[in-house]
């Protein structure tokens, strides 16, 4: 009975917990729905469920507000839980989220809510059903619905309209610029320095917004003058059946997520390499790529890229973009792998001299990532006052925060815990890089628009233990690669001011200055004329020649 009551009532845990995102997952709330092995649930139920939940929260909102369930039923009697269902009694709160999708299911479901009689939530909102129906009521008949049909059939309808609404403001304004299809020549396959005879049937043009105002189906391109290889080609363009395409000599890759091998480079020249998030392998290869042209007429080119991937599946595709690529032989799969697992020490990565980090992260700053299921929650009993004091006056501050992000202080919440969740995971992979012996360089890089997850993890790695006792330091903007050295836009000032005030007792003493780190930095902002995604990146750099002495140090102090 208790497993059976378990059971049932885990949709409502599983949609709760995506919705939650606790673990810090990227990507959109579909994707982390459908490759979430830990539902107990067939993920497109759980997905039903959060979609049509979605659409009729802001309603249910008021709903639940008004009957004040919430308020009446803030905690489940902890006895009455044990009792009835002892496995979950510990998640016996009524959250504003599990509220929201089981009063959904209570006024809209068939069925109603898919849980036994007896389950303490279920008999939390049963309590409430005669205010919660006359709330919706009253709802309905204000907005001139005669029939719940007809309300149901307008809410379908209305939250197309918003959603389509929602994509036309993306478009004017975040996206007031079309976003170019960049593709980049494989050094591997081509020739990146005569992308004429790849691109023998296109017209070349001289500037790339004669590449954005192009149609779809205009056979023009534009060369990069940041990242060598890069071509410009218009909006939507379909590569799908054109032959350098199919045979990997172009790869689809964003202008901005070639910024992290690119500020490799150099160090691609000095020994084996490690892309401790690999897939779906897009930096892998481009790096194999550098990796490739640099060793010039050595073969077999002496150095491999060790590429790390936790995730089964994803570890799948990062096969076979390395096979596309035709970067077998230069690249190493650590297939289902986690890099956090890996020993610095180990004789396999005695040679390792440079790591590329591009972590899990919000995905912000992806064009078209942006979730379009946004829930409306119910608020509990705080006051506003109380939840300003929760949020810290410190964290209160913009760290890249769009303002539709602050309207609500309950949206900031979980947006807060989530970029916390994510970062902490950052830092740590960070942290874990900075211990590999003999690695001298280290690209990080996140495709948000965050601080959180940017410019604060640069900072917090520089403050820490290993940095200092291993010499890592900020790579400075004079000693990067020529075309990111000219890159305009830089890391937030206002940002690494805020985060090494709350990091440090007196600023005038930080170790870390933030106009150095600010001017090191390399922003990308999505939807403006240089047609890139939202990104970051950063580089850290050390003197070999410094850990060896500091080696024979600890040695002489252990002997």
Known sequence: MFLFCLYKM????????????????????KSRIFSDKK????????????AQAT???????????KSGLLQTEKKVSHRHAVRLCPISANISKLTPTLATLLVHDFLLSKDGIAAPEKHPLKIAVLKNKTRLKAEFTKIRIRNGYTTLDDFRNDVEIGHSAKKEKQAQEEQSTVNSVSHPRWVRINGLKADERNCFSIFSSYIRVDSLPQVIDASQDDLVFFVDDTVPGLVALPPGHDLRLWAPYEKGQVIIQDKASCFPALLLRDAALEGDIIDACAAPGNKTTHIASLLHQNCGAKRPIPHTVFAFERDHARSLT???????????????????????????????????????????CSGSGIIGRDDDMEMSLASDSRSQHQQQKQLGTKRKRSLGLTETEKESHEDSKALFAR?????????KL??????????????????????????????????????????WKILKRDDQFEGLKRWKIRGNLDACRSIIEELTIDDSKAEVKAEDIADACVRCEKGTKDGTMGFFVAGFVRSYEDEELQEQSRQRSRD
């Open 10 to 29: 885990s949709l409502y845990f599983d949609a709760a917990n995506i919705l939650l995102n606790s673990e810090g997952a990227g990507g959109s709330l």
């Open 39 to 50: 539902l107990k649930n067939s993920p497109a139920h759980v997905y039903a469920l959060v």
């Open 318 to 360: 990062l096969e076979k973009m390395v096979r596309t690529a035709g970067a077998e032989k230069l690249v190493k799969i650590h297939k289902s792998t986690d890099f956090l697992k890996a020993e610095p020490d180990d004789a396999a990565f005695k040679n390792v001299r440079a790591i590329l980090l591009d972590p899990s």
């Open 55 to 65: 659409k009729w929260s802001p309603i249910l909102k008021e709903v639940i507000e």
């Open 430 to 471: 960070l942290l874990r890089a900075m211990r590999f012996p003999k690695a001298v360089m280290i690209s990080y890089s996140t495709c948000s628009i965050h601080a959180e997850e940017n410019e604060s993890v640069v900072i917090q790695a520089l403050l820490s233990r290993i940095a200092k006792e291993r010499g």
């Open 419 to 427: 970029l916390d969740s994510l970062a902490a995971f950052q830092l």
